[in-house]
């Protein structure tokens, strides 16, 4: 089969650097939220729709058509990684404050505002509901609870409709967080890079984890995706070196599906560029000619 070529938006958000490290100047950001802005430079990328609310779209996405999204984590991002090019802008809230800062909802108010927010769509032709919002859903501190609400009530409302969970990854360690997440149809796992190195300037990760502990956590669950960014400019993951090593990992990994994305938000950093379409179809090109595996490329 040959590689597939997708061009429309996406309702994901993925939002996975060392802590203390600046890659580079900040461009300006939106006032409410911190939320980059478009300034000359990224004239040609999106500026991001962020979700304030539990419930949020419906919208297009490139990857599971018109979804529902769930946002477990607030107005204010929250993640253990600090990727350059997160659309959501910089990880400002550090792990150590989330559990005693972050006044998290209950898994029963997220329960009940998913399905008022699902009764209100119930004729728009969702057909997925994708749990992501403002960075990594698996630091939500109730998630095993909350993913069995919104099984239970999706499954009552509209049991058409698949649940896909987006994560960095990082905390598949958790025997509860694994089993909350095979509750899910799909789990999709970003993996943007194939050594440490790369690792830590395409990710920024702001705990103790790196690829060995991710790949380890993979092969606890059952199924998985692989979603995996690719940039060019102040941080490239695109060398010739850094995808070899990449197309090591996934092949290791055997991940189901691969879905590559390139630069389409913008970024809340200066000097990043999105890599060309040739580029994103090269690298899907060699990781079906090296692993058999196939790919989405999101241009």
């Not at 939002?15 to 040609?44: D, F, V, W």
């Not at 500026?47 to 018109?66: A, I, K, Q």
């Not at 989330?98 to 004729?123: C, M, V, W, Y």
């Not at 400019?233 to 991940?255: F, K």
């Amino acid at each position: 089969m040959p590689t597939h070529r997708k061009h429309s938006s996406d309702l994901s958000i993925p939002a996975q650097g060392m802590e203390g490290i600046e890659l580079c100047e900040k461009i300006r950001l939106n006032e409410n939220m911190a939320i980059p802005s478009k300034t000359a430079e990224y004239e040609h990328l999106d500026e991001l729709t962020n979700p304030t609310s539990v419930f949020y779209g419906p919208l297009p996405s490139r990857r599971f058509g018109l979804s529902a999204g769930i946002n477990l984590l607030g107005q204010d991002k929250i993640c253990s990684f600090d990727c350059p090019y997160c659309e959501l802008g910089r990880t400002e809230v550090r792990m150590k404050h989330i559990k005693k800062e972050i006044p998290f909802k209950s898994p029963e108010e997220i329960q009940s505002a998913f399905r008022d927010g699902l009764r209100n769509h119930l004729t728009d032709g969702i057909q997925s509901v994708v749990v992501s919002g403002n960075g990594e859903p698996t630091l939500y501190p109730h998630l095993y609870e909350a993913m069995e609400l919104l099984v239970v009530a999706k499954n009552e409302l509209l049991s058409s409709a698949r649940l896909i969970v987006l994560t960095n990854g990082a905390h598949l360690d958790s025997r509860r967080t694994l089993s909350a997440l095979e509750m899910a149809d799909e789990i999709s796992v970003k993996v943007d890079a194939g050594n440490e190195e790369v690792f830590k300037s395409v990710n920024s990760p702001l705990v103790r984890s790196n690829l060995t502990k991710i790949i380890a956590g993979t092969r606890k669950l059952k199924k998985f995706s692989v979603q995996a960014f690719f940039v060019q400019g102040t941080v490239d993951n695109t060398t010739n070196a850094a995808v070899e090593e990449w197309i090591e990992v996934i092949g290791m990994m055997a991940p189901q599906k691969v879905y590559i994305y390139g630069l389409k938000r913008v970024p809340p950093i200066t000097g990043l560029k999105a890599a060309d379409e040739d580029t994103l179809y090269t690298i899907a090109s060699k990781l079906k000619r090296r692993t058999s595996l196939e790919s989405l490329v999101f241009t």
